[in-house]
């Protein structure tokens, strides 16, 4: 079960995996096709059939967009892309939840995804950190400034194993195994 709380809205998943949002729904950040405001629940989508099976273990939320990890480790993205937050390659909104595969943050599966106002983190099953979106004041951590539209490795926690990310509006955070915080 998870909980996340965007500007204007939320994303539910209950313990059988499916995806439910609600708010406001500009950008397609809740992931419904539209941009419609969403007064009540309304499921994005069932375990079975949108994520290729997969139940969803970890949603997030951003100021305009919503990431989810499902327990197989597959990331999806949805809703504004303008920095790059989504890591689609491009710049374009998404509506709909659209699947990163493993390839894009090294192969290993995700374990926890954390959204800030406009750049993302994805914490791998081997304790590295991939991030995309907006990158004023270093807050991807490649020691740049630079927007990312992939998933770029963050390669400055070299040698250390990355047990937990967050991402806030304008930064980012990451603490070591062995309790060692970035």
């Known amino acids: 079960m998870a909980v996340a709380c965007g500007n204007g809205f939320t994303a539910v998943v209950p313990e059988h995996g499916d995806l439910w949002a609600f708010g406001k729904g500009d950008h397609g950040k809740l992931g419904l096709g539209a941009n419609a405001h969403q007064l009540l629940p309304a499921c994005v989508g069932r375990a079975h059939d949108l994520f290729d099976g997969e139940a969803i273990v970890m949603v997030a939320a951003g100021q305009k967009y919503t990431a989810c990890v499902t327990a197989?480790?597959?990331?999806?993205c949805w809703g504004q892309g303008y920095f790059g937050q989504l890591g689609h390659g491009?710049?374009?909104p998404r509506q709909r939840?659209?699947?990163?595969?493993?390839?894009m943050y090294g192969g290993s599966p995700a374990v926890m995804v954390a959204c800030g106002n406009a750049h993302t983190l994805v914490l791998t099953g081997v304790?590295?950190?991939?991030?995309?979106?907006?990158?004023h004041a270093g807050r991807l951590g490649h020691g740049d400034e630079a927007d990312k539209l992939l998933l770029v490795w963050a390669d400055g926690f070299r040698g250390a194993h990355i047990v937990m990310v967050a991402a806030g509006g304008a930064h980012s955070v990451a603490l070591g195994a062995e309790g060692k915080v970035w």
Do not use: A, N, Q, Y
């Not at 304790?127 to 995309?132: K, L």
């Open 90 to 92: 491009d710049r374009e």
């Open 127 to 135: 304790g590295c950190v991939f991030s995309c979106g907006h990158g």
């Open 72 to 76: 197989k480790g597959t990331l999806w």
């Open 97 to 103: 939840p659209v699947r990163l595969g493993k390839e």
